[in-house]
């Protein structure tokens, strides 16, 4: 009986070999996209000294934290003085503030690495979790979002999706939209979380919430006069069939732009961020993502360091997004003492593994056999002559098990059955004095001899590997 | 200036990204002969619950391992609940007992992840480092240790190994040796630390540590006898030139086992084990891995679960083992309350990748450059046509970067030059207009200028891609 004691600490996961080969699956296709744009690959290591975490993530961030306590004498203090990576951002900074000598001028770095949090488990919320992070570091150019955006996309597509947005916004265009709707700074936060609603909540729930959280009056009739706006023009292009060969997401986003650029007017901080979405869109049209773009002003994200753009790609039937990501030109500064511009994404391998099993999209892909061939062992007196011909045929590339006892013959049929290996090896005695081996397929139930020297050619063939 | 703050924490390590691809070519070789072997990958959290752990490795043990400490409310009392994994064979005897229904009656499995050991850092010992480790659990056969052997063995041969040892002992051997001599039970482990020094010490600082841990008279002149006439042999076959053919070291390890059964005589056990290590080099032979394989009844392996064979594999330039196992057949029991044979070998990557290193083994296999081209930005109205350009030959298969600003030219050269990426791509104004793009090898410094569809081949021609 499995009992508490055995089970993996709460709200972690054991991984049994079918949920290993998926997630390394989907761990391999996306480096490879990343390798195609230039990104190298880093590590770090899973402990940090525990200030390099602290007041990072904000004070919910900070108590999320696993802490590490302190070792030998000083275990009793009860204090701590190392941490789990809480994510790979704060890491990375750290890094370029480390070997800012050894590193090149633009920093591109890929990494795929697991993280720790202490949330309250719930469905697909876990508390080791993998990111796989792609950052460029050191360029304020918009060339950085847009291939950041182009990557993470083309990760997706690779995987066999085919119907996922990438929400655009940014920082500096919220900022931008609540100053002229007249909400002081102190209120920007709260207006976030509110608007940052929409997608569920709808107008009336995000009106409400705005009430709510005391931004009342005429600021949050502007503000609710401007979001209303796109949401009748997203509806409105939703209503008329178009044809093909019409642009319509490029004509909504064009839209979109137009009412920024009136809403937010001569505000200098904002107009710079509507000026940086219209290059960014341009620059995706190049790579052919931006059909997949959409401008939506109320994207907020969680995370306090975002200063740009801001980033997240979602499927339908996912709670949640697949990724997300943005601009952070001032974290490296709070490791080396001054800015260095950076941006990032990051696509969620738990939430990618949930989407792609529940739609089935793994069968084709994977391996599910542990082997090619499993070679019998006939009786105690023949098990080197089993091992030899295991030897042999995994010189060959053959992924070869052997039954390691003696059992009867059907015992070991039966094992390998249950295993999915496709091809059995008898070497019994008869086949032995002709120099053959007795193949049998488990699928047909056929089974053959053929001479030891073409065992591989027959398993190959028959189980087209 | 790098400053403390910025340091990765004491013990534990950055991996810039030549390092990671080292790492990652070690990893991918050694998967993929254990892959061919028939084993499963398994995963298991790098946080277990704290009982899982304390008491399994010794008391030395317990004080290595990082303990996490409780969360919210409960942070203040001091208490750990939680606990960093300290090696991938007690997780795995949790799993094989937590879902003992699910898996296979032989679990055969891989698992290649970091472990986390508080000891004091030093040369080459890390408090993070990963174990590469390949287990069969189920089956008391010996066709199980042969095929760990040959497993361990061929991922070495892979990697370019040649001249590694592999040391074969047996517990079981151990206990009767130090029974025959007359070493009492309580003092067995004082005379195992006192043996395991004859590599280093010789037969002299043996002897006198046996008499330092109060192992003396009769019962110390026997084991030296013993010992030393194993000595002795070995000297008397290396002095000796056998010419080809002959199978100098199966002379040395037929002429070992004669001496077990001579001094162990009828001692059950002993003689047990003396039957498995026969039977180990019988099997061996069949892989033709017994030629690396030495009888050492010097190694006795520090882990206190191991209950059989034992096993490391060493090579001359290194100090420890590259890797090491051994069988444990009562080691899940403690989780499941019932026995489970089994037996395992964990390779070290760390380790691998320092001798790799030291000898020049990576220089041809691995990518050292992040991409084949680099697209160059010949100013700030055609940076949508040099995405594009990016584009295409992503698609073509080709690992491409964009430079993301329109600096001079002449420094987007240098950048790709220190980067080693060997071919450069301009869309100068005259080539746009003529549909070329102009190609510099940065090697040869050679330009030419070729149509825009035969860019990849231009590329994967000149830099035999």
């Known amino acids: 009986m499995p009992s508490a004691k055995t089970q993996p600490a709460r709200g972690m996961r054991d991984f049994l070999p079918a949920d290993v080969r998926k997630r390394e699956y989907v761990i391999r296709v996306i480096k490879e996209v990343y390798e195609c744009y230039g990104f190298e690959p880093l590590e770090t290591p899973a402990v940090e000294n525990i200030e390099t975490l602290m007041g990072k993530y904000g004070e919910e961030g900070n108590q999320l934290i696993f802490k590490i306590l302190k070792r030998g004498e000083h275990e009793k203090t009860g204090e701590a003085d190392l941490a789990l990576r809480y994510d790979l951002t704060v890491p990375l900074a750290r890094v370029v503030a480390q070997y800012q000598n050894e590193l090149p001028k633009f920093f591109k770095r890929y990494q795929i690495q697991p993280v720790w949090r202490a949330d309250r488990p719930a469905r697909g919320r876990f508390?080791?979790?993998?990111?796989?992070?792609?950052?460029?570091?050191?360029?304020?150019?918009?060339?950085?979002?847009?291939?950041?955006?182009?990557?993470?996309?083309?990760?997706?597509?690779?995987?066999?999706?085919?119907?996922?947005?990438?929400?655009?916004?940014?920082?500096?265009?919220?900022?931008?939209?609540?100053?002229?709707?007249?909400?002081?700074?102190?209120?920007?936060?709260?207006?976030?979380?509110?608007?940052?609603?929409?997608?569920?909540?709808?107008?009336?729930?995000?009106?409400?919430?705005?009430?709510?959280?005391?931004?009342?009056?005429?600021?949050?009739?502007?503000?609710?006069?401007?979001?209303?706006?796109?949401?009748?023009?997203?509806?409105?292009?939703?209503?008329?069939?178009?044809?093909?060969?019409?642009?319509?997401?490029?004509?909504?986003?064009?839209?979109?732009?137009?009412?920024?650029?009136?809403?937010?007017?001569?505000?200098?901080?904002?107009?710079?961020?509507?000026?940086?979405?219209?290059?960014?869109?341009?620059?995706?049209?190049?790579?052919?993502?931006?059909?997949?773009?959409?401008?939506?002003?109320?994207?907020?994200?969680?995370?306090?360091?975002?200063?740009?753009?801001?980033?997240?790609?979602?499927?339908?039937?996912?709670?949640?997004?697949?990724?997300?990501?943005?601009?952070?030109?001032?974290?490296?500064?709070?490791?080396?003492?001054?800015?260095?511009?950076?941006?990032?994404f990051s696509l969620g391998l738990e939430r990618i593994v949930v989407v792609m099993s529940e739609r089935d999209m793994f069968s084709a892909q994977l391996v599910s056999s542990p082997a090619d061939v499993m070679v019998t062992i006939w009786n105690e007196d023949s098990i080197s002559e089993s091992i030899a011909l295991a030897d042999e045929l995994r010189n060959k590339g053959l992924r070869v098990d052997v039954y390691p006892e003696a059992d009867k013959l059907a015992k070991q049929f039966k094992y390998a059955s249950a295993r999915g290996i496709q091809f059995v090896a008898v070497l019994g005695e008869d086949e032995r004095l002709r120099g053959e081996v007795a193949i049998k397929d488990m699928r047909s139930g056929e089974q053959t001899s053929v001479k030891r020297t073409d065992v591989e050619n027959a398993v190959r063939k028959r189980g087209r590997i």
């Open 127 to 344: 508390r080791e979790f993998y990111q796989c992070d792609v950052d460029v570091l050191g360029s304020r150019s918009m060339v950085v979002e847009a291939e950041l955006i182009a990557a993470a996309s083309d990760a997706l597509v690779a995987l066999g999706f085919d119907d996922f947005t990438i929400r655009l916004n940014h920082r500096q265009v919220l900022t931008g939209i609540l100053d002229q709707a007249g909400v002081s700074r102190e209120k920007h936060d709260d207006a976030l979380i509110a608007l940052d609603k929409m997608d569920k909540a709808g107008p009336e729930g995000v009106a409400r919430e705005l009430n709510d959280r005391g931004i009342v009056d005429e600021s949050a009739v502007k503000l609710m006069h401007f979001f209303e706006g796109l949401v009748g023009a997203q509806h409105a292009l939703d209503l008329v069939d178009f044809g093909d060969g019409i642009d319509v997401q490029g004509a909504y986003n064009t839209d979109v732009l137009g009412r920024l650029v009136e809403f937010i007017g001569s505000h200098e901080m904002g107009a710079s961020g509507v000026d940086d979405l219209r290059q960014i869109l341009q620059f995706a049209k190049a790579s052919s993502v931006d059909q997949r773009i959409k401008l939506d002003p109320t994207l907020a994200r969680g995370l306090a360091y975002y200063t740009g753009a801001i980033i997240e790609m979602n499927v339908a039937d996912l709670v949640g997004s697949l990724g997300g990501g943005g601009r952070y030109d001032n974290l490296v500064g709070m490791f080396l003492g001054r800015d260095v511009p950076a941006c990032g």
